[in-house]
Each structure stands twice: as C-alpha cells, then as structure tokens.
C-alpha cells in the first residue's frame, strides 16, 4: 500500500516527470501528466511517442521505472490516449 495521498504524490511525480521529459523530446516526443489515482500516474506520451512500437517501453523502463526507484516502488504508469482524459476509469 502506498503511504502518500494522490495529492502528496503530485509534486515529486511532476519533478520525475520534467527529469524524464528531456530524454523523450530527443526523440521527437513529449509527455504530460493526466492525473494520479489510487496510485496509477495517468500520463499522456505526445508527438513522436503517438503511436511508436517502443512508447510502452519508455513508460515502463524509463517513466515507471524512475517513479519506482524516486518515489514508492508501487506506482504505476498508464498512458492515456487521446480522447481519454476525461475517461480514465474506462482505461486498464
């Protein structure tokens, strides 16, 4: 069980993220935080990343991992398609 409310987690998940953004803007992509629920850090991968057979290893390996090692090693990252921001209990 994870010991920090969604809103704790926000601020140190938005600093994870600006540390990762970097690496996938080299690749012509960006990434945005949707929202955290329950633990679940809802994210947005954009440009280059829509639709690239390695997005769901940049997540895994590179944005979860980091999460995990940074701040709880129980977080998890869901990447949220475009149209689903406002949908994410229809995700997973």
Known sequence: ?????DEELLPPV?????KVRPSIKLD???IE?????????YVQLQ???????SSGTTLKFGVER?????????????????GFED???QLG
């Open 66 to 82: 980091q999460l995990k090692t940074l701040i709880h090693p129980e977080l998890t990252v869901m990447n949220v398609p475009q």
């Open 47 to 53: 440009g280059a990343c829509v639709g690239c057979g």
């Open 28 to 30: 012509g992509g960006d």
């Open 33 to 41: 935080l949707i929202d955290i629920k329950n633990g679940v850090v």
């Open 14 to 18: 938005k600093d994870v993220i600006e």
């Open 1 to 5: 069980m994870i010991p920090f409310t």
């Open 87 to 89: 949908k994410l209990d």
